[in-house]
């Protein structure tokens, strides 16, 4: 059984920054893709991030230049430094592991991801 633990979410100031870690765990193979959701309310579940077991990445719109996302492939561990955060960016924040990709292949759908995990809330006050 495969288990995706989040941490690091709550309240920033505009401007501010946030470390986001995700650790999976269980019966993982060793290529896989892990990545960041977030979903605001009322809102769809939209792609913040992913990164492949090689390295490659992919980042919604709406944060490249300000979110960076790093992999540790050996302790199946997924990494999102937010900068320059914005009232916008509020949300739950998901974790995310995709099983079926290749190694630089980075798959971005919701609907590609296997598992999931139970989400941390960022809230970022103006």
């Known amino acids: 059984q495969v288990q995706l633990v989040e941490s690091g979410g709550g309240l920033v100031q505009a401007g501010g920054s946030l470390r986001l870690s995700c650790a999976a765990s269980?019966?993982?193979?060793?290529?896989?893709?892990m990545g960041w959701y977030r979903q605001g309310p009322g809102n769809q579940r939209d792609l913040v991030a992913v990164i492949t077991s090689g390295g490659n990445t992919n980042y919604g719109d709406s944060v490249k230049g300000r979110f960076t996302i790093s992999k540790h492939n050996i302790r199946n561990t997924v990494y999102l430094q937010m900068n320059s955060l914005k009232p916008e960016d509020t949300a739950v924040y998901y974790c995310?592991?995709?099983?079926?990709?290749?190694?630089?292949?980075?798959?971005?759908?919701?609907?590609?991801?296997?598992?999931w995990g139970k989400g941390t809330l960022v809230t970022v006050s103006s």
């Open positions: 269980g019966s993982i193979f060793s290529i896989n893709t």
């Open positions: 995310a592991l995709d099983t079926s990709s290749d190694l630089y292949t980075a798959r971005c759908k919701p609907g590609d991801m296997d598992y």
